[in-house]
Every structure is written in structure tokens, then in C-alpha cells.
């Protein structure tokens, strides 16, 4: 069974600074895709980032982007120029092609210190 | 475009009542998921659609929860009866095929 471990329970960063939140997972498929969301306070749960795991390159999305490496099984989230609202629980999540089912990981708090 | 509209967002009710959820995914998807959040266990499925069928009702916690898709629009799930445990933030999301998932803003249930 495919398991997402996210080793960081909370995480600073100081504004206009970058982060990176970790997130590895076990599978034994070739194909997936992987998910990163966050949950501000307001709960309601956002996608930031996909990666399909057959892209070598790896997914951007303004201030967001991913470190995928494929052998390691790794997943990490860069977020460059920290604001305010980055603020949330970020988790980290993983689909098999075959199942719509998410596997999510325990999530990562995210603190912007101003 | 809408998002996925979850109703209410916030209900409070005693023990043994019946309690019910709504969802309205965004039109055109043809998935619908309900996942359940706490702090002990995270977020868990419950149970998945395809096309207003249900396809994995495996996460289902127990007969006292349903759930139906009577229309591509419009889903519901249902606790009856309500206890203090099923306590907790109940989310549904929306997806085409084998896209992203898309997120309502959940509906928080509190059981007295």
C-alpha cells in the first residue's frame, strides 16, 4: 500500500524568505500523481501544485514549485518570497492512476513570522 | 466559475439527531468525494462518485452514515443518528476523470 510521510509537523519562515516543506512517499507503481494542497484558517482546502510523475521536469506555479525526485520517492514544496498568506497547513498527497483515492500526508504548519 | 458549494458550513446538533450534508460540484465533473477531517485521524475518505455512482463506499464509517447522488449537481450525506464522535469537518470535492481534485470549504459539524 502507498504511504506519504511528511516529517516537518511545523515549519517558520521569515517573510520574503523561501522555504521548503518535505514530503516522501512508498509505492511500488511507476505512474501517479502527486499533490501538494494547503489549508489556510478559513479550512478550506486549495490546490497549489500537481506533478505527474512520468515529467522529468518539474511543476511550477508562480512562487510555488517542486523538487521531484522520482528514485528518491521525494516531493518537496519551494515556496520563494514567503507572504503573509502563505500561512497554512500544507499537505502532501498521492494518486494512483488507477484509484481517484488521495493518500494523504500528516501536513506541515506553515508559520510566516513578519 | 463556482467552486464546490457545501452546506451548511457550520451545524450544531444533540446527539441522535439526523444531520445532512449538501454538495454542489462544480458542473461538468464527473467525480464527487466526501472526506471527513479531524485531528486524531486527518483526512479520510468516506465515499466516492462516478457519474452519480457510487464507486467506494469503503470508508463509510458505519450504517449509521449515507450517502446519495440523486443528479450530476446535487449530492448529500446523511448521519442517522448523530453522536458526539462523528464530530468533525466534513468535506466534499469534485474532480473531471483524472484531474485535480477541487475542494469545497467543508461544513463543520459539532454533536453535542
Known amino acids: 500500500a502507498q504511504t506519504v510521510t511528511q516529517s516537518q509537523p511545523e515549519m517558520s519562515v521569515q517573510e520574503a524568505e523561501t522555504v521548503t516543506l518535505s514530503c516522501t512517499y512508498d509505492?511500488?507503481?511507476?505512474?501517479?500523481?502527486l499533490f501538494w494542497y494547503k489549508q489556510p484558517p478559513s479550512r478550506q482546502m486549495i490546490l497549489v501544485i500537481r506533478q505527474e510523475a512520468y515529467k522529468q521536469q518539474n511543476a511550477t506555479e508562480n512562487r510555488f514549485s517542486v523538487n521531484f525526485q522520482k528514485a528518491a520517492k521525494s516531493f518537496s514544496l519551494k515556496i520563494s518570497d514567503s507572504q503573509l498568506g502563505d500561512a497554512a497547513m500544507y499537505f502532501c498527497?498521492?494518486?494512483?492512476?488507477?484509484?481517484?483515492?488521495?493518500?494523504w500526508g500528516a501536513g506541515t504548519k506553515l508559520i510566516i513570522k513578519p | 466559475d463556482a467552486g464546490v458549494i457545501q452546506s451548511p458550513r457550520h451545524e450544531v446538533t444533540e446527539m441522535g439527531q439526523e444531520v445532512t450534508l449538501r454538495c454542489k460540484p462544480i458542473s461538468g465533473h464527473d467525480y464527487l468525494f466526501w472526506y471527513r477531517q479531524t485531528m486524531m485521524r486527518g483526512l479520510e475518505l468516506l465515499i466516492y462518485f462516478n457519474n452519480n455512482v457510487p464507486i467506494d463506499d469503503s470508508g463509510m464509517p458505519e450504517d449509521r452514515f449515507s450517502a446519495k447522488m440523486p443528479n450530476a449537481s446535487f449530492s448529500t450525506l446523511k448521519i442517522q443518528p448523530s453522536e458526539p464522535r462523528d464530530s468533525a469537518v466534513y468535506f466534499c470535492a469534485s474532480s473531471l476523470a483524472y484531474n485535480e481534485q477541487f475542494f469545497g470549504p467543508g461544513t463543520r459539524l459539532t454533536v453535542l
Open positions: 509505492t511500488s507503481e511507476s505512474d501517479y500523481y
Open positions: 498527497a498521492y494518486r494512483s492512476p488507477s484509484n481517484y483515492q488521495l493518500i
